[in-house]
């Protein structure tokens, strides 16, 4: 890139930072110009730092000691987070991270810091996607009008994305928390059981990495075998391999409650455009995922069954599309 080039694209606001910050993991990203992928991504363990300021740092130390006299310090980023925003201050789930936006801004010397809730980030990810990144029901998605997405990940994050004269608009909410629906007796009796401990069953409570070992002890309650207590990792494990009755089942009614609920935010949303699966969960499922009944639940929907049918489905293979949402974010900002 010439000097010439640099120039003009430090003066329209590059190069610049975007992350993607969970309670575990910070996965941080530089972008060169309007229209770029995103580069020199790193992953950074939040335990080994103060705060995203320190992380952003010690991050871009890394990518200035490749490059030299040619590294530019970034001068807008956006930050997707794991957590509410909106507020003077971020305090993230399962992290000692908390911190204030603005200082964060100021620290590292940036013109801008947006902050996005990480799936507001996802939603805008999606009219970028490409067939790599993604693995369908079917026909791809056709990425126009209005989208969402749903994932099930150590929670059930939920947003959408629609298509304006003025470019994509991010349909952030708390979809998770709405309440549960089952859709036969046997799913009945499983949330009867819950609401023992729960008065109101939402969709997190039981389709999240916090759900999952309670949809296994409810599954191993109706049906009469002994609770062993497993956590969401060796449920799926078990219930992928095939070794647990128990665990296979319990993934089986995990997908099925699952299409139900997306064919619910389909209907809510007007999303023809497609719902997009994110998350840590469904990946890990594989085959089994691909096989249950979360697509015939998805369409499931009595009159409005010729609607669902229409509408594509697809899970999100790339564990890094957020960090092309907090791209188009920034973009979309203007200079």
Not at 149 to 159: D, F, H, Q, Y
């Amino acid at each position: 890139m010439s000097d010439l080039q640099t120039a003009a694209l430090a003066a329209s606001g590059y190069p610049c930072l975007v992350a993607d910050i969970g309670g575990t993991n910070a996965r941080f990203g530089l972008v060169a110009g309007p229209g770029c992928a995103v580069e020199h991504i790193a992953k950074l363990p939040a335990s080994e730092h103060a705060g995203p300021t320190q992380a952003a740092q010690a991050y871009l130390a890394g990518v200035a000691s490749g490059q030299g006299s040619a590294f530019q310090p970034p001068r807008r980023a956006a930050f997707a987070v794991a957590t509410v925003v909106g507020g003077e201050r971020i305090e993230l789930t399962n992290s000692h991270w908390d911190f204030a936006p603005r200082e964060v801004e100021t620290e590292l010397g940036l013109d801008l810091l947006l902050m996005l809730n990480d799936f507001e980030a996802l939603a805008l990810s999606l009219p970028r996607l490409q067939a790599a990144q993604l693995r369908a029901h079917g026909d791809l998605p056709n990425q126009r009008g209005t989208m969402a997405v749903i994932g099930p990940g150590t929670g059930l994050g939920v947003a959408g994305v629609t298509q304006t004269a003025h470019g994509w608009v991010a349909l952030p909410g708390e979809g998770g928390h709405a309440t549960l629906a089952a859709a036969d007796a046997f799913e009945a009796d499983l949330l009867a059981w819950v609401r023992r401990d729960y008065a109101h069953v939402s969709a997190e409570r039981l389709l999240s990495g916090i759900g999952l070992p309670l949809l296994y002890r409810a599954v191993a309650a109706v049906t009469g075998v002994p609770d062993l207590g497993l956590p969401a990792e060796q449920v799926v494990e078990r219930g992928v391999a095939g070794t647990d009755p128990t665990c296979v089942r319990a993934l089986k009614v995990f997908c099925a409650l699952l299409g139900g609920f997306a064919g619910n935010v389909a209907l809510t949303l007007g999303a023809r455009g497609g719902i997009y699966i994110g998350g840590g969960i469904v990946p890990r499922l594989g085959e089994l995922f691909f096989e249950s009944q979360f697509r015939e639940r998805f369409e499931a929907k009595g009159r409005f069954e010729p609607y669902l049918a229409n509408i594509p489905t697809a899970l999100i293979t790339d564990t890094l599309a957020a960090l092309s949402g907090a791209t188009l974010a920034i973009e979309q900002h203007g200079a």
